[in-house]
């Protein structure tokens, strides 16, 4: 089977970029899939998840971001030029592969991919919660811009894709019960580990980036509460992002200066997650959190804010980690006091998380996915 897959750009360490590399890969072991990955950015600079030699990839060079630091105008005026040429390019690109099905990572080609017209079906991936624009307006303003957005992808987009992909059950059954032809597929996991955590260092860890919707904040203040009890204890959060600065300063102001570590972006996160005991997810909301099945996949217990959507699906409360309300850091920091202070819960929530998370392995999902592509494929 032909299988390509558009998206901006593979030379940012985000989610998007990395599980699109993953899953490619993972599909092209599969005998007689041949895989591309086709770019609209110039690959400058490192690219931080490399797509095995089995994958083609395809630079169409559009470059969208090259104006972003001359101000808004310029950005605006750059994506109107460019999504037009970034059309006509990927069109090419498409006629000259005529793949069997194409994916819709949700980025700069979302609008226009369904409207090239060829024998491929088209299929658009959403890696946030249908409702993720209005979870994260803050404003009267943002909240119309979140409605407006939520409009146009209903009614001039989504419902000219063959098939959606949402990453959650809980996504599938609160936000898509007006689509048809919505499917459930989970991300897989960046990496399959043959060791697991030892479970007896003192350390808690979280893993992304240090932004609004990661909730660090929410996080630190938690472990405000849990370091009282355990002073031997410290949160490490391994990440970078726009919030380093108001992070620093509430570790500060709760005095945690001592115990709480922001040392930045890893290339390692399996080995920063094997040197751990616990794992904290504080998200306010989510699309499919990968980090959770990566620290599962390293033998860790999970507490989790049960924020939309993701952690449902993956953490079953009470047996391989902990649910709380988001929000509630008393909740949050209870339950990671319980992980330290019984040894054999979190042996046993680390061994259920371990074996959990061979559920989630690259190919495993592949093989899923292969079922979707065929039924497409033959629904004429």
């Keep these: 089977m032909r299988i390509v897959y558009c998206v901006d750009s593979i030379r940012y360490i985000g989610g998007i970029q990395r599980v699109t590399v993953v899953k490619a890969n993972a599909l092209a072991e599969i005998p007689g899939n041949e895989v591309f990955i086709v770019v609209a950015d110039n690959q400058r600079g490192q690219i931080q998840t490399r797509p095995s030699?089995?994958?083609?990839?395809?630079?169409?060079?559009?470059?969208?971001?090259?104006?972003?630091?001359?101000?808004?105008l310029q950005v605006l005026k750059g994506i109107m030029?460019?999504?037009?040429l970034h059309k006509k390019l990927l069109k090419k690109a498409l006629r000259r592969i005529q793949p069997d099905v194409v994916i819709g990572v949700g980025q700069s080609e979302k609008n226009f991919?369904?409207?090239?017209?060829?024998?491929?079906?088209?299929?658009r991936e959403f890696?946030?919660?249908?409702?993720?624009?209005?979870?994260?307006a803050k404003s009267f303003f943002d909240r119309i811009l979140a409605r407006c957005g939520d409009w146009a992808d209903k009614h001039l987009s989504l419902r000219k894709y063959d098939c959606i992909v949402t990453l959650t059950e809980e996504d599938r059954q609160l936000n898509w019960q007006d689509m048809a032809r919505v499917k459930v597929m989970p991300n897989p996991s960046s990496f399959v580990c043959e060791k697991s955590s030892s479970l007896d260092s003192h350390v808690i860890i979280s893993a992304g980036r240090l932004n609004y919707v990661k909730n660090f904040g929410s996080l630190i203040k938690a472990f405000g509460?849990?370091?009282?009890?355990?002073?031997?204890?410290?949160?490490?959060?391994?990440?970078?992002?726009?919030?380093?600065?108001?992070?620093?300063?509430?570790v500060r102001e709760l005095d945690l200066s001592e115990c709480v570590d922001l040392p930045g972006f890893s290339k390692d996160v399996r080995e920063e997650l094997l040197k751990a005991s616990v794992f904290v997810l504080s998200s306010r909301i989510e699309g499919f959190p990968m980090v959770i099945g990566e620290a599962m996949e390293c033998g860790l217990p999970v507490v989790s804010y049960a924020c939309h959507c993701g952690p449902r699906d993956i953490v079953t409360d009470g047996k391989d980690g902990f649910l709380v309300t988001t929000g509630d850091e008393a909740s949050l920091a209870g339950k990671i006091s319980r992980l330290i202070e019984?040894?054999?819960?979190?042996?046993?929530?680390?061994?259920?998380?371990?074996?959990?998370?061979a559920r989630y392995h690259p190919d495993a999902i592949a093989r899923r996915w292969m079922v979707l592509f065929e039924d497409l494929v033959a629904d004429q």
Excluded: S
């Design 113 to 123: 991919l369904p409207l090239i017209k060829g024998k491929w079906k088209t299929i």
């Design 225 to 250: 509460i849990v370091h009282k009890a355990h002073p031997d204890w410290r949160l490490r959060i391994v990440g970078e992002g726009d919030e380093r600065a108001l992070l620093e300063k509430t």
């Design 81 to 84: 030029v460019k999504r037009r």
């Design 53 to 72: 030699d089995k994958v083609r990839f395809i630079d169409l060079g559009v470059n969208y971001y090259d104006d972003d630091w001359k101000g808004r």
């Design 127 to 136: 890696h946030f919660a249908r409702n993720y624009r209005m979870t994260l």
């Design 342 to 357: 019984d040894d054999g819960l979190r042996t046993r929530m680390g061994r259920q998380a371990k074996e959990k998370a």
